[in-house]
């Protein structure tokens, strides 16, 4: 049973960092339509950020704050620079998915040629180990959680009940009506950028934390878990990602903890494939499929 | 407010040199036989069509120019024929977002408001957008482009799908009610009968140009000469 | 030539015709029908790791260090021959079951995951292919050859390798310049319309991805002939990528111009960065590589989509010139190609 | 109509999309040799009926017969093996491929389209091809677009990619051509060469269902006319009796 119940402790943690990434990596995606797979290497870069100020003495949850930042801002100026002129250059869906492979790419393997291909650690403790009951979390962990569940609690209730938030979801089923509402609709795609490039940042961060050594392609290997999750969660809902994040964090941790360690990450994409074949509607498609059953 | 209009897509022009004008607290109706060009002489208004000569103008200011999120700030609002509402938000966010550019406090006012002009409404406010009836989310869509109180208002076809009942719904009890409120209403319309039996003023649109103006009242019960010129009988 | 200067050359052809081959099975996919296999280079690994196997001989030879379910000893061709059958059967049953029951746009990210799922499941189950360590000792078939020099045995490798390419490459010849690649190009093109006209879209993409794996895996069964080893390093997911480059800059749908594109990308850019004044850090120069593919595929899609070799115009001649007055046949109307 | 011999026969077929009828129980028959109108205000249902008809959208009931077999329900591609051949709504073309070649698609599924055929039988259908490429440049000819053989059809105006279109359809030689609105974005420079060019091949014996909302050109061309509204036939026969048919005006009306 606590061998049950302590995985069940590692897979709140995992689900925490991915409820984290996977709301950043479906809001710009339901907002913009960009399936933006740099997502990952924005957050290692902000994760390498943090790192940097690190070592210079900042203290880690600071320098979280600074790597959110950091995230957003490189966020927004990929789309502005790259993404942006490539779809009005006529680039299509798909080629724009070979393009985000490309940044992602650039991103990762710059990185790479400045820091070496070393291990990177935080310096930052990871406290005492409390418990309760059979679970047991350091302090650094439930710092994670906790964070998890305000921030995902904040974009929910942003989303859910201010203006912009509104806005911003109007904008991502409708964006002509949006239009017509008088939105301005490229002020409203950068904020998204900028939450989305955020959130990586404070996710990558945490992820760093939680697995303790990193390199420079770690945020793009997990990013594949994050598609899993938000795909999982019904790509585009941000709910839906919180719970692909729970699902397959917990699912993980738990069936890797009875079976093989290292195959828990397959079981993660075997539910995601399984899921996808029995609801093959099709990524890009989604909320326009909406709007036609609404109909 | 139309003057000499042409329109079309991708330098195609479909509608040639149309000019209407609407005033407000009166209802005109264009309408027309399939394919007229109706919905492409809206869509030249709203930025969604290319305006390939003419001017427009909304009480003394020209729009022809204007990009199509700043319109309504010049208080043009306008109901699309298809995905006219916010599928996944609720009604009372549908009109919220329609009055995104009033003032804060307004919002929750207007909203009553709107609420009182279409009382169908306002037991849904909960309900997502998505899940209303044809003529419900009809009424939705118009509401919202009401919110923030326009001086003219653009229909594309709002009985389009809609069931006889939900026509009558639509088109016979709920706008007419609008043009009381001083709002200039243009509507266009594939029905012909109902549409002209609300309005002040039709326009008989084919094959992209306007053929005649005429006050309703004119042509209600003429009913023939209509059918010849919707039926290409010349 | 010194003995050095050959072994580097030969390397060098062995590369462009292994990546060729590659390229132009993901051509095949990709360039003339459109579908996205992000999973391309799983194929490739397939090939290799079955012609380890096929030549391996049981996992107890060698000592029994390396652990793998079970192994021939074959001789050539026939590992080769076995990795293109198994390739090409794998990437039917992956084909079955996303090119049938997923949407395009889903495809391309199952793909994505397919291929990131095998490499975690070889690397973790170390009885499938020795986990992340690996194959090696795999025979190169030009090496058992007895009484001559080792050069020569290079070069007798370099020798198939290019038998193999020349043969792949009047494949694609015949099947995209042909009826049949004008419905494959039509698939790309129009799906509504070719299926309009009788065409089964899905039988295309199914065939293209059977015959672009079984391509896939013979280039990975030629490289691991050659390098001797087999990983999964060798095989992560953004390698695929790489032929994506290759595609795009080459251009898509043109065979001799992803053959271009195979050789400057997949060995032009990694020789280049060679002669960099940057240092020999290996990390940096693969680094630079990355980098370096990542530009060039931005690069192409922004200022020459169509690619270096743009996909041919087919032109028929028209028959009035070409009509002899004594032969009197039927209008003689060849491609012009 | 039961004495017409009748080349497709059209029973009670149906069609909802998410609970809107789009096509609600309509019969009607396309008797051999025919020029078939097909018309009817906005959203009758025209385009699905003849999307069923060409077996890209699969009916919810009804029967749809082709010579007495049974057609309902079977996918597109198997649909045009059976000669049934249809244009769309927006020109549908093959925008990087040239004009000669989207015509050689047009030709029925023939043996240089498989694997095998394409590596060891090339000069078998290099010769059968020589034929069709002699074919499809007297049909360009006949078009008027003669010049454009080696044109990629992506670069056409909308009245020439129609042409194509048309052209294709008829390269293979249909049972049934099923033509969704082919005035829809033609120039008027090219809406009377297009007229022709229907007229001719009623006149030929092909039989066609043409959709089409500019009732004068109904008029000239069709006979006899189908009327949709609604979901529903509302009736079946000339043209002059459908305008004189209160029915049909008034739901051209009242929309």
């Not at chain 3, 690994?45 to 021939?72: D, E, I, K, R």
């Not at chain 3, 079955?96 to 889903?106: A, C």
């Amino acid at each position: 049973m606590s061998v049950f119940i302590s995985a069940l402790g590692f897979g709140v943690v995992t689900a925490a960092i991915l409820a984290i990434s996977a709301v950043g990596f479906t809001l710009q995606f339901s907002v913009t339509n960009v399936f933006n797979l740099a997502f990952g290497s924005v957050m290692t870069l902000s994760g390498f950020v943090a790192y940097w100020l690190n070592q210079v003495g900042v203290d880690i949850w600071l320098a979280m704050l600074a790597a959110a930042i950091c995230g957003g801002l490189i966020s927004v100026a990929i789309n502005e620079l790259l993404y942006e002129p490539f779809i009005r250059h006529g680039v299509n869906l798909f080629g724009m998915v070979i393009i985000t492979i490309s940044v992602g790419l650039i991103f990762d393997h710059g990185l790479q040629a400045v820091v070496g291909p070393s291990f990177f650690s935080y310096n930052a403790p990871a406290g005492k180990a409390l418990h309760f009951a059979d679970f047991v979390l350091t302090r650094q962990e439930l710092a994670i959680i906790a964070i998890a569940a305000a921030l995902t609690a904040v974009v929910q209730g942003a989303l859910q009940y201010t203006r912009l938030g509104k806005a911003m979801r109007g904008l991502a089923v409708n964006p002509a009506l949006a239009r017509a509402c008088g939105v301005p609709t490229r002020s409203v795609i950068a904020l998204a950028w900028f939450v989305s490039g955020a959130l990586a940042g404070i996710g990558g961060v945490a992820l760093f934390l939680d697995i303790s050594t990193f390199t420079a392609t770690t945020g793009s290997e997990f990013l594949i878990v994050i598609i899993a999750a938000a795909v999982l969660g019904g790509v585009g809902s941000p709910r839906g990602a919180v719970l692909g994040a729970l699902v397959v964090g917990v699912v993980t941790e738990v069936g890797g903890a009875y079976w093989n360690p290292q195959l828990k990450d397959v079981l993660a994409f075997s539910v995601m494939i399984v899921v996808l074949l029995v609801r093959p509607q099709g990524l890009f498609a989604q909320l326009a499929n909406e709007r036609a059953v609404a109909r | 407010m139309l003057d000499g209009v042409s329109a079309g897509y991708g330098g195609h022009e479909i509608v040639h040199n149309v000019s209407i004008e609407i005033t407000p607290g009166r209802i005109d109706c264009v309408v027309g036989p399939n394919g007229a060009g109706k919905s492409t002489l809206l869509r030249a208004i709203t930025r969604d069509a290319e305006l390939l000569a003419g001017r427009i103008w909304l009480q003394g200011t020209e729009i022809s120019q204007t990009p199509g999120n700043r319109l309504v700030s010049r208080g043009l609002a306008w109901v699309p024929q298809l995905d006219d509402v916010f599928n996944t938000l609720t009604v009372r966010e549908n009109l919220e977002l329609g009055g995104f550019l009033l003032p804060r406090r307004r919002v929750a006012a207007r909203i009553e408001e709107m609420l009182e002009l279409f009382p169908l409404l306002s037991r849904l406010t909960a309900r997502v957008a998505g899940r209303l009836s044809g003529g419900e989310r009809k009424l939705l869509a118009i509401a919202r482009a009401l919110m923030p109180s326009p001086s003219a208002l653009l229909l594309d076809e709002p009985t389009a799908g809609l069931s006889p009942e939900m026509t009558n719904l639509v088109l016979r009890d709920q706008i007419p009610r609008l043009s009381e409120s001083g709002v200039a209403v243009l509507l266009v319309e594939q029905r012909a009968i109902e549409a002209i039996e609300i309005s002040a003023r039709v326009h008989v649109m084919v094959s992209g140009a306007v053929r005649t103006s005429r006050e309703a009242q004119e042509l209600r019960g003429d009913w023939d000469e209509l059918t010849r010129l919707f039926l290409g009988e010349e | 030539m010194s003995a050095g200067t050959q072994y580097y050359i030969a390397t060098i052809l062995v590369y462009i015709s292994v990546n060729a081959i590659a390229s132009w099975g993901l051509d095949l996919q990709f360039g003339v029908t459109g579908v996205l296999n992000f999973a391309f280079i799983l194929f490739q690994a397939v090939g290799a790791y079955t012609a380890a196997m096929l030549s391996l001989g049981p996992p107890s030879s060698n000592g029994g260090f390396q652990h793998y379910p079970f192994g021939v000893h074959l001789p050539f061709p026939v590992p080769i021959i076995g990795a293109m059958l198994v390739g090409g059967a794998l990437s039917g049953i992956v084909g079955l079951i996303t090119l049938r029951r997923l949407r395009s746009d889903y495809q391309a990210m199952v793909m994505l995951v397919v291929s990131v799922v095998a490499t975690v499941v070889i690397e973790s189950v170390i009885g499938l292919a020795n986990g992340s360590a690996g194959l090696s000792l795999i025979p190169n078939p030009a090496h058992t050859i007895s009484g001559v020099s080792r050069t020569a045995q290079s070069w007798l490798f370099v020798g198939i390798c290019w038998l193999c390419m020349v043969l792949v490459g009047v494949i694609m010849y015949g099947l995209v310049y042909s009826p049949y690649g004008r419905v494959l190009r039509g698939t790309r093109e129009n799906e509504a319309a070719i299926e309009a006209m009788g065409r089964d879209a899905t039988r295309a993409r199914m065939q293209v991805f059977v015959i672009g794996g079984a391509f896939g895996a013979l280039s990975g069964a030629l490289l691991a002939e050659f390098i001797g080893a087999w990983a999964p390093s060798d095989w992560l997911y953004p390698e695929t990528f790489v032929f994506f480059t290759a595609v795009i800059v080459g251009g898509r749908g043109s065979v001799s111009g992803v053959a271009i594109g195979a050789a400057l990308v997949c060995v032009g850019v990694q020789q280049a960065v060679q002669y960099l004044p940057i240092g020999s850090d290996p990390t940096v120069l693969a680094s630079l590589e990355w980098i370096i593919t990542g530009l060039l595929t931005m690069l192409f899609l922004w200022m020459r989509p169509q690619g270096l070799l743009p996909e041919r115009r087919r032109r028929f001649s028209i028959p009035e010139l070409r009509k002899l007055p004594a032969v009197g046949s039927e209008g003689a109307v060849e491609l012009d190609a | 109509m039961p004495d017409v011999d009748a080349l497709l026969v059209v029973e009670e077929v149906a069609k909802s999309f998410g609970g809107v009828h789009a096509v609600d129980g309509a019969s009607f028959r396309v008797p051999r040799g025919s020029l078939t109108g097909m018309i009817g205000p906005n959203g009758a249902g025209k385009s699905t009926v003849l999307s069923m008809i060409a077996g890209a959208v699969a009916p919810d009931r009804g029967s749809i017969r082709l010579d007495g077999q049974e057609i309902a329900g079977l996918p597109s591609p198997k649909t045009a093996r059976r000669g049934v051949i249809r244009t769309f709504q927006n020109a549908s073309v093959f925008p990087h491929m040239t004009v000669l070649e989207n015509l050689l698609l047009g030709v029925p599924p023939w043996s240089g389209e498989t694997v095998a055929a394409a590596l060891f039988r090339r000069h078998r259908w290099h010769r059968e091809e020589a034929q069709q490429v002699s074919q499809a440049r007297n049909l360009l000819e006949r078009l008027g677009i003669s010049g454009m053989a080696d044109t990629f059809a992506g670069q056409l105006s909308g009245g020439q990619k129609r042409l194509v279109e048309i052209g294709r359809a008829m390269m293979s030689r249909p049972k049934l051509l099923l033509l969704d609105e082919p005035m829809a974005g033609v120039s008027r420079t090219l809406a009377p060469v297009i007229e022709a060019l229907i007229a001719d091949l009623r006149n030929e014996g092909m039989t066609v269902v043409l959709i089409e909302h500019e009732l004068a050109l109904v008029e000239r061309l069709c006979s006899p006319v189908v009327v949709l509204a609604q979901g529903r036939v509302l009736m079946q026969g000339e043209m002059q009796e459908a305008r004189a048919n209160p029915e049909v005006r008034k739901a051209y009306l009242v929309g």
